[in-house]
């Protein structure tokens, strides 16, 4: 169980907390590592058992506008159920009539699977833009008549017809980033023509002329009426629109839904606070929680201010304060409260002091490397030892700022074989093993007494392991990572699901596991898949591992080179925040001098990280203190050494395409040494003899190809085809271990050897 605060222990000019026997009923339970299938509270009074005063506060605040202001890891969450289902169980609220929104389909999910194991599984809980569409789709007829227009499946390619008719090029990022000013544009109610003003008058970095980005923006509404069709932001626009213009509708809307619960409140747009503010009409049954500090969104036009305001808004809101942390160790806590106290503006102004209910732990450990390769397969070898120690790979996460950082990562955690998993890749339930696996469990409750695999298995689990062999289940995992080790961890996750549900209900068949899964399904509520979660900062959010690493960590990285203005560079400190506290007892942050192997050491450690790295030089604040190490990566310079103690490394220019001469940033790019869209000078008949050479390397070691090379590392060979071993060497992908490994059958390929012959002659 977690240590509890002391008793004189203050936060945020809060009295002193009582003595601890007078608040604990029956322990003040953590927030996180909850029984997958705990036992449903009998009564109200035992749904806020376990609750610490703060939580049991928002709890009973069941009335009127409330407002709670929640740390990272302080079991925010946890309080808002416990307060809808207290409500419900208590016969204040109507389970119907509560509507509980939030901003992403897994916490949503979440919700909903915590309301359900507390006995209040008829609340709604959605995010906005499911809220709206629901609402929109059952309105429509009777207020505009006929059917809803379809939705556009891929705005990206719609923005990129609207860009070609208006005679305007755009590259690949200038795509993704016009696409990003429309949604912007539309989410702050900004209508094309008044892009340009509103834009500027914003601050924004503009990834094209602002008149152009008009005028597409233009076009790109006038190709989808004349397509008939809707996107994400126009079900808001349409749904505002209808609840202003039809007041018999938004009364119908809201004779439904008369208390409304907002989490995440802090990134809500201004489109956003509109529908939330035409669903309440002028009724104060309002429960926000959000924390200023956790603000990331802004770019897509999220803004605290709506949080901060609230007290002005409503003055006899309730306001409780979150910050006993149970999810992180004093270490990692304190290095999280020492970001912000360097942090500036409103936001900072407003920011919690988290106290750590937890026993110490390590310390977070800074570690400097050569180049990007040398910290990829350091922060690999440390998950491998962590794992080897008995830390869960699903326990486990690497998050980056960007997405274009993953690939090295991905391939130095397949070198060390250890699995992974990429976050934002499909759900859990809609992967083709798990709805084989489920249909097959659906089969055998039906029809078991004719399968033989059940013969001789009577429990539970024995059951589920049995019906799953036929699906590539075993006992013991594949070696290696990738698609065959992907299917068999969401077997694992499975079998593991069943064996915690038939612990809580000793009774259960094959027919309540596959309700249990259904409902689960349709909550997206997922079980745990045992791997490397590899993430950015962004997508982190809202989820903890017991290990994290923060990797990448150099300036124009974090922050990242464009933001230019102070708030922008207030949010990427934040962002930096967000990922620290996702740590619950294993954090390390780390930095390369360089982009690649022999290349210029120029680069610098984050200034996030001034006064809180030992040895540097603080810009205001406090410092991290404590006992935190900074080590030296194994790049070729050494292992433990000090920072102080790196040798001169020889100066070498950025890296360059070698047909054009543009500098590169994409890691595939940087990978062949030239752009994507510059022509590429391979030798396709070595390409494929290294193709085929991989495919029997992968059978005879019992791996997915990709373990042995990349395609994109394969390219670059037969691209620069090299001739000698320090040719291949300074090939992206390749690396020390793989030389010594692989060198000579690639050389060998190179220089135009049969392998085959050769092995027949030795």
Same mark, same amino acid.
Not at 181 to 187: G, Q
Not at 585 to 598: C, E
């Given at each position: 169980?977690?240590?509890?605060?002391?008793?004189?222990?203050?936060?945020?000019?809060?009295?002193?907390?009582?003595?601890?026997?007078?608040?604990?009923?029956?322990?003040?339970?953590?927030?996180?590592?909850?029984?997958?299938?705990? @036992?449903?509270?009998?009564?109200?009074?035992?749904?806020?058992?376990?609750?610490?005063?703060?939580?049991?506060?928002?709890?009973?605040?069941?009335?009127?506008?409330?407002?709670?202001?929640?740390?990272?890891?302080?079991?925010?969450?946890?309080?808002?159920?416990?307060?809808?289902?207290?409500?419900?169980?208590?016969?204040?609220?109507?389970?119907?009539?509560?509507?509980?929104?939030?901003?992403?389909?897994?916490?949503?999910?979440?919700?909903?699977?915590?309301?359900?194991?507390?006995?209040?599984?008829?609340?709604?809980?959605?995010?906005?833009?499911?809220?709206?569409?629901?609402?929109?789709?059952?309105?429509?007829?009777?207020?505009?008549?006929?059917?809803?227009?379809?939705?556009?499946?891929?705005?990206?390619?719609?923005?990129?017809?609207?860009?070609?008719?208006?005679?305007?090029?755009?590259?690949?990022?200038?795509?993704?980033?016009?696409?990003?000013?429309?949604?912007?544009?539309?989410?702050?109610?900004?209508?094309?023509?008044?892009?340009?003003?509103?834009?500027?008058?914003?601050?924004?970095?503009?990834?094209?002329?602002?008149?152009?980005?008009?005028?597409?923006?233009?076009?790109?509404?006038?190709?989808?009426?004349?397509?008939?069709?809707?996107?994400?932001?126009?079900?808001?626009?349409?749904?505002?629109?209808?609840?202003?213009?039809?007041?018999?509708?938004?009364?119908?809307?809201?004779?439904?839904?008369?208390?409304?619960?907002?989490?995440?409140? @802090?990134?809500?747009?201004?489109?956003? @606070?509109?529908?939330?503010?035409?669903?309440?009409?002028?009724?104060?049954?309002?429960?926000?929680?959000?924390?200023?500090?956790?603000?990331?969104?802004?770019?897509?036009?999220?803004?605290?201010?709506?949080?901060?305001?609230?007290?002005?808004?409503?003055?006899?809101?309730?306001?409780?304060?979150?910050?006993?942390?149970?999810?992180?160790?004093?270490?990692?806590?304190?290095?999280?409260?020492?970001?912000?106290?360097?942090?500036?503006?409103?936001?900072?102004?407003?920011?919690?002091?988290?106290?750590?209910?937890?026993?110490?732990?390590?310390?977070?450990?800074?570690?400097?490397?050569?180049?990007?390769?040398?910290?990829?397969?350091?922060?690999?070898?440390?998950?491998?030892?962590?794992?080897?120690?008995?830390?869960?790979?699903?326990?486990?996460?690497?998050?980056?700022?960007?997405?274009?950082?993953?690939?090295?990562?991905?391939?130095?955690?397949?070198?060390?074989?250890?699995?992974?998993?990429?976050?934002?890749?499909?759900?859990?339930?809609?992967?083709?093993?798990?709805?084989?696996?489920?249909?097959?469990?659906?089969?055998?409750?039906?029809?078991?007494?004719?399968?033989?695999?059940?013969?001789?298995?009577?429990?539970?689990?024995?059951?589920?392991?049995?019906?799953?062999?036929?699906?590539?289940?075993?006992? @013991?995992?594949?070696?290696?990572?990738?698609?065959?080790?992907?299917?068999?961890?969401?077997?694992?996750?499975?079998?593991?699901?069943?064996?915690?549900?038939?612990?809580?209900?000793?009774?259960?068949?094959?027919?309540?596991?596959?309700?249990?899964?259904?409902?689960?399904?349709?909550?997206?509520?997922?079980?745990?898949?045992?791997?490397?979660?590899?993430?950015?900062?962004?997508?982190?959010?809202?989820?903890?591992?017991?290990?994290?690493?923060?990797?990448?960590?150099?300036?124009?990285?974090?922050?990242?080179?464009?933001?230019?203005?102070?708030?922008?560079?207030?949010?990427?400190?934040?962002?930096?925040?967000?990922?620290?506290?996702?740590?619950?007892?294993?954090?390390?942050?780390?930095?390369?001098?360089?982009?690649?192997?022999?290349?210029?050491?120029?680069?610098?450690?984050?200034?996030?990280?001034?006064?809180?790295?030992?040895?540097?030089?603080?810009?205001?604040?406090?410092?991290?203190?404590?006992?935190?190490?900074?080590?030296?990566?194994?790049?070729?310079?050494?292992?433990?050494?000090?920072?102080?103690?790196?040798?001169?490394?020889?100066?070498?220019?950025?890296?360059?395409?070698?047909?054009?001469?543009?500098?590169?940033?994409?890691?595939?790019?940087?990978?062949?040494?030239?752009?994507?869209?510059?022509?590429?000078?391979?030798?396709?008949?070595?390409?494929?003899?290294?193709?085929?050479?991989?495919?029997?390397?992968?059978?005879?070691?019992?791996?997915?190809?990709?373990?042995?090379?990349?395609?994109?590392?394969?390219?670059?060979?037969?691209?620069?085809?090299?001739?000698?071993?320090?040719?291949?060497?300074?090939?992206?992908?390749?690396?020390?271990?793989?030389?010594?490994?692989?060198?000579?059958?690639?050389?060998?390929?190179?220089?135009?050897?049969?392998?085959?012959?050769?092995?027949?002659?030795?």
């Amino acid at each position: 169980m977690p240590a509890l605060v002391r008793p004189e222990a203050r936060a945020c000019g809060q009295a002193p907390h009582p003595p601890l026997a007078t608040w604990q009923h029956g322990g003040v339970t953590a927030a996180t590592h909850s029984s997958l299938f705990p @036992q449903v509270p009998d009564s109200a009074d035992a749904v806020l058992e376990g609750l610490d005063p703060e939580q049991r506060q928002v709890a009973t605040a069941l009335h009127g506008p409330v407002c709670v202001l929640a740390g990272a890891g302080t079991g925010k969450t946890r309080a808002i159920t416990h307060r809808i289902a207290y409500g419900v169980r208590a016969g204040v609220l109507q389970p119907a009539s509560v509507l509980a929104v939030t901003f992403t389909n897994r916490a949503a999910g979440e919700m909903r699977g915590r309301l359900r194991q507390l006995g209040a599984g008829g609340v709604q809980a959605r995010t906005f833009h499911s809220a709206a569409l629901r609402q929109l789709q059952y309105f429509w007829p009777k207020a505009v008549g006929g059917d809803l227009p379809r939705l556009v499946e891929r705005k990206i390619q719609l923005v990129a017809e609207a860009a070609a008719r208006c005679r305007v090029r755009l590259d690949r990022n200038e795509l993704r980033d016009v696409t990003g000013e429309i949604e912007w544009a539309k989410v702050t109610q900004t209508v094309p023509g008044d892009y340009p003003a509103v834009a500027a008058k914003a601050g924004r970095d503009a990834p094209r002329d602002a008149a152009e980005i008009s005028q597409i923006y233009a076009m790109y509404e006038q190709l989808k009426r004349d397509r008939g069709m809707i996107d994400f932001e126009d079900v808001l626009l349409l749904t505002v629109g209808i609840l202003q213009d039809r007041h018999d509708i938004a009364d119908h809307v809201r004779s439904q839904y008369q208390h409304f619960v907002v989490d995440e409140y @802090q990134d809500v747009s201004p489109l956003q @606070q509109r529908l939330l503010e035409l669903w309440l009409g002028d009724r104060p049954n309002l429960c926000v929680v959000g924390d200023a500090s956790q603000t990331i969104y802004s770019f897509t036009g999220a803004t605290p201010d709506y949080l901060l305001d609230f007290r002005t808004k409503y003055a006899d809101a309730t306001v409780v304060k979150l910050v006993r942390d149970y999810r992180s160790t004093p270490q990692v806590v304190h290095l999280a409260n020492g970001l912000l106290a360097q942090a500036h503006g409103r936001a900072a102004e407003h920011r919690l002091e988290l106290v750590s209910q937890r026993e110490p732990g390590p310390d977070p450990v800074y570690t400097e490397y050569a180049d990007e390769p040398a910290e990829a397969e350091g922060t690999a070898r440390r998950i491998r030892d962590l794992v080897a120690a008995g830390v869960p790979a699903g326990e486990i996460a690497v998050l980056y700022r960007i997405n274009a950082q993953s690939e090295v990562y991905e391939q130095a955690l397949a070198d060390a074989g250890v699995p992974y998993q990429l976050r934002g890749a499909e759900r859990f339930f809609e992967r083709q093993e798990v709805r084989k696996a489920i249909n097959g469990l659906r089969s055998a409750a039906r029809f078991g007494d004719n399968d033989p695999l059940l013969d001789d298995v009577v429990d539970l689990p024995s059951q589920t392991r049995a019906v799953l062999s036929g699906n590539g289940w075993t006992t @013991q995992p594949p070696a290696g990572s990738g698609a065959v080790r992907d299917q068999w961890e969401s077997l694992a996750a499975l079998v593991r699901l069943a064996e915690d549900f038939a612990q809580t209900r000793p009774a259960a068949t094959l027919s309540d596991l596959v309700a249990e899964l259904d409902e689960r399904a349709a909550a997206q509520h997922a079980p745990t898949v045992q791997g490397v979660t590899l993430a950015s900062l962004h997508s982190a959010k809202g989820l903890e591992w017991d290990a994290v690493f923060l990797v990448g960590l150099t300036e124009g990285m974090m922050p990242i080179t464009y933001a230019k203005t102070d708030e922008q560079v207030e949010e990427e400190r934040r962002l930096l925040y967000v990922g620290v506290t996702r740590a619950r007892l294993h954090l390390g942050l780390s930095w390369a001098l360089s982009r690649s192997p022999g290349g210029r050491a120029s680069r610098r450690p984050s200034r996030f990280l001034n006064g809180l790295r030992p040895g540097s030089a603080a810009s205001g604040g406090r410092g991290a203190g404590g006992g935190a190490s900074v080590v030296r990566g194994s790049g070729g310079t050494g292992t433990g050494t000090a920072i102080g103690g790196a040798p001169k490394r020889r100066r070498r220019s950025s890296a360059l395409c070698r047909v054009c001469g543009k500098t590169l940033t994409d890691a595939g790019e940087v990978k062949l040494m030239r752009c994507e869209d510059c022509p590429s000078d391979m030798d396709e008949a070595l390409y494929e003899r290294l193709h085929a050479w991989r495919a029997g390397q992968a059978r005879e070691l019992g791996q997915p190809a990709y373990c042995v090379f990349t395609d994109k590392t394969l390219m670059a060979i037969a691209e620069a085809a090299p001739g000698e071993p320090g040719e291949l060497a300074v090939i992206s992908g390749v690396g020390a271990r793989k030389l010594e490994r692989f060198g000579a059958d690639v050389l060998a390929l190179c220089a135009g050897h049969d392998l085959g012959e050769a092995d027949e002659e030795d």
